[in-house]
């Protein structure tokens, strides 16, 4: 079992930011790729960002791209996503996610395990 736990979210004016963070207990953190997933009221859960084992590889939305950065420190079993440049449209609860594999980082379905969300809201 892997635990995680969003922290980080909040109220935030457009075109500002913020950096959510995820805490991972359980089963060692180095051996899961990490994702972002977010979901909008109403809207399916949509991927954002991923990252694999050690870091070197990333992946990001097109809709992100340019604006989040996704990173992981094995030595405290955390990832975190800086957000900035943000948009009403980013408003969304967002969720981290672990998997064992770099297989489908962007389908939701292929993740073990899931943090309770964080929820950011933009103002514009």
């Known amino acids: 079992q892997v635990q995680l736990v969003e922290s980080g979210g909040g109220l935030v004016q457009a075109g500002g930011s913020l950096r959510l963070s995820c805490a991972a207990s359980?089963?060692?953190?180095?051996?899961?790729?990490m994702g972002w997933f977010r979901q909008a009221p109403g809207k399916e859960r949509e991927f954002v960002a991923a990252?694999?084992?050690?870091?070197?590889?990333?992946y990001y939305a097109d809709s992100v791209k340019g604006r989040f950065t996704i990173s992981r420190d094995n030595a405290k079993n955390t990832v975190y996503l800086q957000v900035n440049s943000l948009k009403s449209e980013d408003t969304a609860v967002y969720y981290c996610?672990?998997?064992?594999?770099?297989?489908?980082?962007?389908?939701?379905?292929?993740?073990?395990?899931w943090g309770q969300g964080t929820q950011v809201t933009v103002s514009s």
């Open positions: 996610a672990a998997k064992p594999t770099g297989i489908s980082v962007a389908l939701s379905t292929r993740y073990k395990y």
């Open positions: 359980g089963r060692t953190f180095s051996d899961y790729y």
């Open positions: 990252i694999s084992w050690s870091g070197d590889r990333t």
